[in-house]
């Protein structure tokens, strides 16, 4: 049996909108985009760690 991956969006995100979601897996991170569900990145806790210090941050507020 496939072992279910459990998808998380942020409760920042309503039902109807496409948003990124994050999953773990084998000890990595996946990231997809809801509208691709196809199409996964996956990275290291601590890649995705330094990414969120980097947001908590604000040195990716000029890209929105």
Same mark, same amino acid.
């Given at each position: 049996?496939?072992?279910?991956i +459990?998808?998380?969006k !942020?409760s920042y !995100? %309503?039902? %109807?909108? %496409?948003?990124? *979601? @994050? =999953? !773990?897996r084998?000890g @990595?991170? #996946?990231i +997809?985009e !809801?509208?691709?569900?196809? =199409?996964?990145?996956t990275?290291?806790? *601590?890649?995705? *760690?330094?990414?969120? #210090?980097?947001v +908590?941050?604000? *040195?990716?507020?000029? #890209?929105?």
């Open positions: 049996m496939a072992e279910v +459990r998808w998380q !942020s !995100s %309503n039902e %109807n909108m %496409n948003c990124v *979601e @994050l =999953a !773990s084998d @990595l991170i #996946l +997809r !809801s509208d691709d569900p196809d =199409a996964v990145v990275t290291t806790p *601590e890649k995705l *760690e330094a990414f969120i #210090l980097g +908590r941050a604000g *040195e990716f507020d000029h #890209l929105i």
